[in-house]
C-alpha cells in the first residue's frame, strides 16, 4: 500500500527516544533493544503522537459505515454517505473505491496510513464483499484498525532512518518491528477493556480516539516505564 516512506520522526524529546533506542536496536537486534523500542515508541505516541490526527476521524467514518451495513443494510448505508454509485460495482471494485473515500484519496500522510489499516482490516477479517460488514462487530473492527495504526505508523515514522543505517537488513527488521508492535497491542487490547471503553459497540471519534490512547498506554506499560 502506499504508506509514505520518506518521513522523519519529530526531533522532540520523547521522539528523540525513541530514534536513540531504534539505533541501539539497528545495531545490536536483541529481544531487550526490541521491547525498549516498543515502549520509547508507545511513550512517544502516548505523549503526542495523534492528537491532531485525521486518522481518528476517518476511522471513525469508516466504522460507522459499517455500523450501518449491520443496522440500516448496505444500499442505505451507501445513501447516507452520498454514494449510491458504488452499488452498481463489482465486490472488489466497491471495496476499494469505499477504502479510498474513507481515505480521502490520500490527500494527507494520515490518509494515506488510512487507507494500508483498512486494506490490512479488511484482509484479516475476511471481509471480500461491502456487505460482510456487517457480520463484524464495531469494537472488533475499531480493533483492528487501531492495531494496524501501530504498525503502519511506526514504518512511516522509522523506515527512512532504517534504511540509512542498515539497507541490506532494512525490510527485515521494519517488519519484525512491527510484528512486535502489532502482537503485543492486540494482546493488550481484550474484549472485557474494549467492552469497559466501548459496551455500547458505539463508533465515535471520541471513543476511537479513546482506544488508540489506551492501546499505546498499555504498550508502554507491558514494556515497562
Request: net charge negative.
Amino acid at each position: 500500500m502506499g504508506t509514505s516512506k520518506g518521513y522523519i520522526a519529530p526531533s522532540t524529546p520523547h521522539w528523540s527516544q525513541a530514534k536513540r533506542q531504534l539505533t541501539s536496536y539497528i545495531g545490536n537486534q536483541t529481544t531487550d533493544n526490541c521491547r525498549n523500542v516498543a515502549r520509547k515508541y508507545a511513550n512517544a505516541m502516548s505523549t503526542e503522537g495523534f492528537d491532531n490526527s485525521r486518522v481518528v476521524m476517518n476511522f471513525s467514518s469508516f466504522a460507522r459505515f459499517a455500523s450501518s451495513t449491520r443496522s440500516v443494510g448496505y444500499k442505505e448505508a451507501l445513501e447516507k454517505i452520498g454514494r449510491n454509485d458504488i452499488l452498481d460495482m463489482n465486490s472488489e471494485d466497491a471495496l476499494n473505491e469505499l477504502m479510498h473515500y474513507f481515505a480521502n484519496d490520500c490527500i494527507t500522510i494520515d490518509d494515506k496510513i488510512t487507507l494500508d489499516c483498512i486494506s490490512a482490516t479488511l484482509s484479516i477479517l475476511e471481509i471480500v464483499d461491502p456487505e460482510d460488514l456487517k457480520n463484524i462487530e464495531t469494537n472488533t473492527l475499531i480493533k483492528e484498525l487501531v492495531c494496524q495504526f501501530a504498525k503502519f505508523k511506526f514504518a512511516q515514522l522509522f523506515d527512512k532512518q532504517i534504511r540509512n543505517k542498515d539497507p541490506l537488513k532494512a525490510d527485515k527488521i521494519v517488519l519484525d518491528m512491527q510484528s512486535y508492535i502489532y502482537y503485543t497491542m492486540k494482546n493488550s487490547l481484550t474484549d472485557e477493556l474494549l467492552s469497559s471503553i466501548n459496551p455500547q459497540n458505539l463508533a465515535e471519534e471520541k471513543i476511537v480516539k479513546e482506544i488508540i490512547e489506551e492501546a499505546f498506554k498499555l504498550m508502554k506499560e507491558f514494556y515497562g516505564e
